[in-house]
């Protein structure tokens, strides 16, 4: 079927549907990551959005069982690409792309300038804009004026066990689900921890979990939607609890200790974010989802990690309690693991508590 996209600003791209036939609404966004398209189209943190693959080549290894995904569905509201692979090769390859994208009721949009769209993206800033199929036309929608981390967070808390059963190591950590990417659980549990997985607004505190450490997910939209989990991350602070944020965390312990944040041009999104440690000499290549940051430092806070290309905030950490959080994916998924020290330096945290 024939299929466009367009801008809200009017600007039209000519090309074919494939995935779910249907015309959709959302904000277009890009990536400039070259492999994980299954991960990251599974991340939670692209609800509402139309997501544009700046790699060329999309489908080459198909979809792997459910297990690797990074959440139980496709989340984006419309896929553009260049160029698709109909027929994948890879020995974890179950099905292609575009029938995957259709039984997750996912329109996308193939044979556009990608390179076009993207440079206009950087030049005027991400905007709105839907995927239109034949002659159905839709409205604008704008994601970022709902609480996405309502949408995408879970209904009940759930209890991850310790693969290591033994009191001494095992540490009982909150993780706060405001869209949470499955890996974050993984290097948790695989590191000792057992983790309670909590709604996005569900408070630990006043149902006496018995948690050492708070751990803040990454998640959709804009951070300031999710005033109730604000409010259970002022709560963790004021009991001097260990607290870690993770991408959209970031921006919410910000929120939280006082701090600010507001919306960047066109975001960061991809795995090849070069990222500065202040105080040292160290580089990371950071595995990267957003499309806000943190503007204001909160009060006895100073940055942490900046980012090589614009100087945009990378991650904050109070100046003496076990407060810290980073804008970036220590858990990767896809993207290099460089930074999954992370989750160390935070149990390290939380032993200290115990």
Known sequence: ????????DGTTFEGEGFGDLKSSSGEVVFTTGMVGYDMSLTDPSYKGQILTFTYPLIGNWGIPQKKLWESEKVHVAGVVISD???KPNHHQSK????SWLVQNNVPAIVGIDTRALTQKLREKGVMLGKILMGNKNI???DPNKKNLVAEVSINTLKIHKAEISNQKSEMPIGLLNCGAKENIKRCLIARGATVYEMPWNYDPFSNNLPIKGL????GPGNPKMA???IDIIKKSLNKKLPTFGICLGNQLLA???GGGTYKLKFGHRAQNQPTLQLGTKRCF???QNHGYSVNKLPPHFKPWFINANDNTNEGIIHETLPFFSVQFHPEATPGPTDTEFLFDYFLEKVKKNI
Do not use: G
């Open 227 to 229: 005033q109730k989990s």
């Open 285 to 287: 290549i950071t595995t």
């Open 215 to 218: 751990v803040i997910s990454n």
């Open 84 to 86: 698709l692979t109909n």
């Open 255 to 257: 929120l939280a200790a």
């Open 95 to 98: 099905q292609d792309l575009n």
């Open 139 to 141: 409205d604008f929608i």
């Open 1 to 8: 079927m024939q299929a466009k996209l367009v801008l809200q």
